[in-house]
């Protein structure tokens, strides 16, 4: 190598380290950056949160954030001695990498929390977490498990879902410090959808969908292979609604319903992969929970106007054949979800962890009766009973639909002093 | 060799002994790692009676006020007032104008960030008085109000019920609570209406002095009192006024001419606007029975002499001494004596103790001041300079600082937090010392035990164990290590309290839960179940506070919630801490004795939203003497959950187990709290006597007929309990009124059977 030479590859070296600094620099700044949690939410909009909620998804954002800077300040080591530049650069790209994700866990979060920057959604959102997170703690803690806090966000659409706490995030690593639930708007006259979605971190956290998808295969199994299957393939589905049904009953039926309707080919349409049984199927086993909990009632009538709608003039399609086998065999199912004994529930079936007959009509309207006005102004009752609380308030726009927007000021009313930031004096004026 | 050992200056020490008296052979022994002669741990007194509030000498007081304007040779009007006195024991004035002192206090505490950070100045007022002139101001249109309606009327005139019409039509207005609420202009309604009510039944008894008097000059001069009354209130707040006005209620009666008999039983011990507003009512009795103007004009201008009183600022003076202190402890090189610093400190420590002064006065206070001086700056010899407070503070982040969200102060190398546990280390020990008796203070051995002692004690609160001496045994706690943080934290560096480093987690089983009395009357059982409990053990988080001189709870209240980016917390929340509950909480009792201030605690259940309103007090009792015949209502108040249970019970006619809960709850109460609150209504009025015993032997004939009452009437009261635990308002009251033959019936706790009213909410009319 003549000298000129090792000058060239000198100043090429100190070219690339050049660049390579200039370009991490870039990136220590985007990163730095992401530090001031403010930025990622207004601070009005973290105000909103429960003080737990607050300070978990504070601290594990912090420490991703950290844990990133960490990375940088290595790198930035690395590129002054500068041994390898490729392996630098390579690393450069992976930090360029876990930025975008963090930047995309960051942003997740801030429009969650964003959405609590209207004070009185703010209010409202707080109240569902503390219901959300109450209903968790009531089933888990006898079964010696800890609820985790829980996070709602609205936003538009038809569906509500959850990014369960302690699933891994975006980075591949680390986990979710909180559940996030995604309420939709046009549910939060019944937004019983909430405890479909806790039922996801409860089956999760107990390991109940396993043991119910082995119950369902095992109970269709001498029906149809294929019915079997993928009943099992839904287990996750089935068993969040039946967590809905064991602590609300009814309403969330309707709810569901209004969902998930649609032509007589979208309700019977079969959808591979998909963990939720295609719509006819659900809505008729959701009526059949309340059938054979309750007893008759207006779910008959709503299973019998499905069927009339979409199966009476139904041809043979696979969705049409599937769900006249499962007509036939949701006295199995029912009781393969609600009766069965489960390792989950250490033994015990779902309806000994959560009685869907305190959730019946009859059992509700028994709580408000006895409570009379103070069953929306106590503040020991919404502490005690506030799932309950919920599902009747919900269902008081289902029998009295002439009057449904009264219904569901009082039920958001409600639901607001739940979470701790409206004067119970307010409500004790509306019960006046 | 250790420089603790010889570190004596011999010439300078015997200057401030008496002569011949005092040979310094063993000067101070540091409590720190290091010293070679462990400390000597002789028996230590029980330090209750260093705690800034004692308030054990009745001599020191001097009252701004008259001692009685009720002349000796008027029997009548002396009965009337002691009648009327009786008559406004409603313990619900003294905690509103108490609750009115710690928003204040709260108040100013969390302003004081957004303002000058000058440590010399006052923390700012200006807020909090323009709030409290807002109160003043509603509280003066509500009494414009009455005096519309009733100026030309004489009590008597008074329909019943139409007073109490008036009155919720005047709270109405200004957008209050109704009477039965529980802020401050409810409060003001109800007591003003128990003095027009009082008045008028002692006129329709015949006696001349109220007979025919017109309302109006009444309401005129207590719009002139109350303005004075909401002065005091924000002194009290920002410790401004006289250690004289802050005495306790006993002491400030017998002042007053409200003489307390020798062998009464100690009530239990009174807040400062508790305080205040007993002196209001006795103010207000006798402004009701005095149909004098020349009297009634001394009264306002006692009243208003009250409320301009200033202290002098010694809050802020100490505020300024501990933060120079801190600073010069950090620049000084390491070794460095600090004797003239601390000579500048202690006075400023001492000027907020009024107890302290007395004492140093006997001796000789600048002698006094020279020798502790001198004797603390040989103990923290080796802590000074910014290397060694730095190191400390590092020691100190380790305590778990982390849980007090203390990050951003232990960045950096900062010395802060060290050079203040240096400083709290020196205020507790020269407090202590200053409570010594002038006769110890006289005798310098005495007083250099004392302050070696007393270092060694307020070292092992404020330093992490690891710098101290393996063998020193003035520990608090057993198997940790904590220290107490001056709080809130912030640039302004005026301190309010202090709170412990370590959080401790409590596995709280029902039993353990059912042995702990809260204030309200109520136990830590009662309180978890009220608030949702439903399984056992609960998990929970015990916070440690302590008082320092000046500290009410509203600054707990404020800066805690503050912290949490909360509003302020209820001051209900803060529960004073003894052994018996430190013990059965944590299994440290250690920290349950009394230290250099009171000690606190606050129960969290982490994830579980605090309480949705203050804690109502479980039982209230109104002694009323202004009938021919001694009556006692006692208030039995229910919880929304005891309610809703009763509700349950009767749904299910359950007769036998509805009867079972409420014996649970009044036997529950006669024992835990109807005797005291027995003993605060009838040390009111003088001339009744009743000592601890005959309370006791009284609270439980009054709980066995209530109890007897509610198994013999339950059949009659059905329909009332139901509505009333259906009904919109939070929880219900059963109101029990006793009859007594005459005063002697009640001493000897003889009374008759009770009657019975139940009403939604909670009430204590």
């Known amino acids: 190598v003549s000298r000129s030479g090792r000058a060239g590859t000198v100043t090429e070296l100190t070219a690339m380290r050049e660049q390579l600094t ?72 992976r930090l360029r990498r876990r ?8 942003d997740f979060y801030g429009h969650a929390i964003g959405t609590r920057t209207n004070p009185e959604v703010a209010a409202l959102l707080r109240g569902f977490d503390t219901l959300a997170s109450d209903s968790l703690e009531e089933l888990l803690r006898p079964l010696g498990l800890d609820g985790p806090p829980v996070l709602v966000y609205l936003t538009g659409g038809l569906g509500a879902a959850i990014l369960r706490a302690d699933v891994r995030l975006w980075d591949g690593a680390n986990p ?49 292979v294929e019915l079997a299957e993928l009943w099992r393939s839904w287990a996750s589905e089935v068993a969040a609604d039946v967590h809905a049904f064991g602590l609300c009953g009814w309403s969330p039926v309707t709810a569901l319903a209004n969902v998930v309707d649609g032509s007589t080919d979208a309700v019977l349409r079969i959808i591979p992969g998909d963990p939720h049984p295609f719509p006819l199927v659900r809505v008729l086993f959701n009526t059949a929970l309340c059938r054979m909990w309750f007893g008759a009632g207006p779910w008959d009538v709503m299973a019998r106007i499905w069927v009339d709608r979409h199966l009476s003039r139904a041809g043979s399609s696979d969705g049409a054949s599937l769900a006249r086998l499962t007509v036939e065999a949701l006295e199995d199912i029912v009781d393969a979800c609600t009766r069965r004994p489960m390792e989950a529930f250490h033994g015990r079936p779902f309806h000994e962890v959560a009685d869907p007959r305190r959730a019946s009509p009859a059992a509700l309207a028994d709580l408000a009766g006895t409570a009379g006005p103070s069953l929306v102004t106590s503040t020991y009752l919404a502490r005690r009973e506030p799932v309950r609380i919920l599902a009747w308030l919900a269902g008081r726009s289902l029998e ?33 | 060799m250790d420089q603790y050992s010889t570190a004596v200056d011999h010439e300078a020490a015997p200057e401030a002994l008496a002569p011949g008296a005092y040979a310094p052979e063993s000067i101070s022994l540091s409590p720190f790692v290091g010293g070679v002669r462990p400390l000597s741990a002789p028996d230590r007194a029980e330090t209750g009676d260093r705690a800034y509030e004692d308030r054990g ?22 009965t009337a007032v002691t009648a009327l006195l009786a008559e406004m024991g409603d313990e619900a004035f003294g905690e509103a104008v108490q609750a009115l002192v710690d928003e204040a206090a709260g108040r100013q505490v969390t302003s004081a960030e957004s303002w000058s950070s000058d440590r010399a100045a006052e923390l ?75 008045v008028g039944n002692l006129a329709r008894r015949g006696i001349t002095a109220v007979a025919t008097r017109l309302l109006g000059p009444l309401f005129r001069l207590v719009r002139q009192m109350v303005p ?36 009464a039983p100690a009530a239990p011990s009174a807040a400062p606007g508790e305080v205040l507003a007993e002196l209001f009512d006795s103010q207000l009795a006798q402004a009701a029975i005095t149909d004098n103007q020349a009297m009634a004009d001394q009264l306002l201008n006692e009243w208003e002499s009250a409320g301009a009183q200033d202290g002098g600022g010694a809050m802020a003076r100490l505020d300024a001494a501990r933060a120079d202190l801190a600073e010069q402890l950090t620049a000084a090189a390491p070794g460095s004596d600090l004797s003239s610093e601390l000579e500048q400190f202690i006075p400023a420590v001492m000027a907020a103790l009024p107890l302290i002064r007395t004492g140093i006065g006997i001796y000789g206070r600048d002698k006094l001041v020279r020798l502790i001086a001198r004797l603390l700056a040989q103990l923290i010899k080796s802590l000074t300079g910014m290397e060694a407070t730095q190191a400390l503070t590092r020691a100190i982040a380790d305590k778990g600082l982390g849980l007090l969200r203390l990050e951003a102060e232990n960045a950096a190398g900062s010395s802060q937090l060290g050079a203040e546990a240096l400083v709290s280390t020196l205020e507790d020990t020269i407090r202590a010392v200053g409570h010594l008796p002038p006769e110890s203070q006289e005798q310098p051995l005495r007083l250099q035990a004392e302050v070696q002692e007393a270092f060694a004690e307020a070292a092992a609160r404020h330093m992490p164990s690891e710098m101290l001496r393996a063998d020193l045994d003035a520990h608090e706690m057993e198997g940790e290590s904590a220290v107490w943080v001056l709080m809130p934290r912030g640039s302004s560096r005026r301190y309010r309290y202090r709170k412990c480093s370590m959080i401790f987690p409590a596995h709280v089983s029902r039993q353990v839960a059912r042995a702990i009395v809260l204030n309200d009357g109520g136990t830590l059982e009662q309180r978890f179940l009220d608030e949702g409990t439903t399984g056992w053990p609960v998990t929970a988080e015990v916070h440690l506070y302590e008082t320092l001189p000046g500290t009410h709870l509203g600054h707990l209240a404020a800066s805690e919630g503050e912290r949490h980016g909360a509003g302020p917390l209820e001051t209900s929340e803060f529960e004073e801490l003894t052994s018996q509950t430190a013990s059965l909480l944590f299994n440290q009792p250690g920290l349950g004795r009394a230290a250099a201030g009171r000690r606190y605690y606050r129960v969290v259940i982490p994830g579980r939203p605090g309480p949705a309103r203050k804690r109502h007090r479980r039982a209230v009792v109104r002694l009323i003497l202004t009938g021919p015949r001694p009556v006692m209502r006692v208030h039995l108040r229910l919880s929304e959950r005891e309610a809703h249970r009763v509700g349950e019970l009767l749904g299910q006619r359950a007769d036998v187990r509805l009867v079972a809960v409420f014996r649970s709850l009044i036997l529950g109460l006669a024992q835990r709290s109807l005797p005291g609150r027995i003993i605060r209504q009838v040390r009111r009025p003088p001339g009744l006597v009743l000592s601890d015993e005959q309370a006791r032997t009284l609270g439980g004939a009054i709980g066995e007929r209530m109890v007897a009452a509610v198994a013999a009437q ?52």
């Not at chain 1, 991703?64 to 392996?87: C, F, G, I």
């Not at chain 1, 009313?413 to 739940?418: C, D, F, K, P």
């Not at chain 2, 007081?61 to 304007?69: D, R, V």
């Open chain 1, 22 to 93: 200039a370009e991490l620099a870039h990136w220590r700044y985007a990163v730095d950056a992401l530090a001031d949690l403010d930025v990622v939410a207004s601070p009005e909009a973290w105000a909103g949160l429960e003080q737990y909620v607050r300070v978990r998804l504070r601290d594990r954002m912090a420490a991703l954030v950290t844990a990133l800077r960490l990375e940088a300040a290595q790198l930035d080591a690395e590129v002054e001695a500068a041994h390898d530049p490729d392996l630098v650069h390579r690393r450069l790209l």
């Open chain 1, 99 to 106: 930025y975008l994700q963090l930047e995309t866990i960051l």
């Open chain 1, 176 to 224: 979710s410090p909180v559940a996030a639930i995604k309420l939709t708007r046009q549910n939060l006259g019944c937004p019983t959808s909430l405890f479909h979605e806790t039922g996801h971190q409860f089956a999760h956290l107990t390991g109940w969908t396993g043991e119910l998808a082995d119950a369902l295969a095992s109970v269709l199994g001498r029906r149809s």
């Open chain 1, 400 to 432: 009295d639909p002439r009057h449904a927007a009264d219904h569901w000021r009082a039920l958001r009313r409600w639901v607001t002093a739940v979470g701790g930031l409206q004067a119970p004096a307010q409500l004790r004026a509306d019960a006046a």
């Open chain 2, 57 to 78: 000498s009745a001599s020191l007081l001097a009252s701004p006020f008259s001692t009685g304007l009720i002349d000796s040779a008027a029997p009548e009007a002396e």
């Open chain 2, 124 to 198: 700012p007022t200006g807020e909090v008085e323009a709030w409290m002139a807002g109160i003043a101001a509603q509280a003066d249109q509500l009494l414009e109000h009455l005096e519309l309606h009733f100026g030309d009327r004489t009590p008597e005139s008074l329909s019943e019920g139409e007073l109490e019409a008036v009155l919720n039509e005047a709270l109405a207005a200004q957008g209050a609570p109704d009477l039965s609420g529980e802020g401050f202009l409810s409060a003001l309604a109800r007591r003003f209406g128990s003095v027009v009510k009082g």
């Open chain 2, 228 to 263: 004075s009354l909401l002065r005091s209130v924000l002194s009290i707040a920002f410790r401004n006024l006289p250690a004289e006005v802050q005495a306790d209620a006993t002491a400030l009666a017998a002042k007053l001419g409200i003489t307390l008999p020798s062998g």
């Open chain 2, 714 to 765: 339950l059949r009659a009261m059905g329909p009332a309990l139901a509505a009333a635990t259906r009904d919109p308002a939070p929880g219900i009251t059963l109101t029990f009124e006793f009859g007594f033959a005459d005063r002697a019936a009640l001493i000897a706790g003889s009374p008759d059977a009770p009657s019975v009213t139940i009403r939604p909410g909670w009430h204590r009319d």
